[in-house]
């Protein structure tokens, strides 16, 4: 049974910084791209960041980029991500991905695993 579980999320200040963990079992982790998305309450989902799975090739939206880095462990089966000078806009809940191909690492339509998630809020 594959599981993603998300950590490190909670209250931080305008300006801030957290880093996300999510933790993999389940599947080989080292073969998959994986991929961090957001969802405020009420609206869709949104694509942060992927990452392929050597972790050479990451991407990001463009309302992260620059912000946020997104990283591996492959010996620890672990996905990061780290956000700095976090907004306000940046609320929300962050998931953990899988992509079912291990070349696609872009967006949402190609990813067939999600964790529960963390909840990230930006506030003073």
């Known amino acids: 049974e594959v599981q993603l579980v998300e950590s490190g999320g909670g209250l931080v200040q305008p300006g801030g910084s957290l880093t996300l963990s999510c933790a993999t079992s389940?599947?080989?982790?080292?073969?998959?791209?994986m991929g961090w998305v957001r969802q405020v309450p009420g609206q869709g989902l949104e694509w942060v960041s992927g990452?392929?799975?050597?972790?050479?090739?990451?991407k990001y939206a463009d309302s992260v980029k620059g912000r946020f880095t997104i990283s591996r462990d492959n010996l620890k089966n672990t996905l990061y991500l780290q956000m700095s000078s976090l907004k306000a806009e940046d609320t929300a809940v962050y998931y953990c991905?899988?992509?079912?191909?291990?070349?696609?690492?872009?967006?949402?339509?190609?990813?067939?695993?999600r964790g529960k998630g963390t909840l990230v809020t930006v506030s003073s």
């Open positions: 389940g599947f080989t982790f080292r073969s998959a791209a």
């Open positions: 991905a899988k992509y079912r191909s291990s070349h696609t690492y872009i967006g949402l339509a190609d990813m067939d695993e």
């Open positions: 990452i392929s799975w050597g972790g050479t090739s990451t």
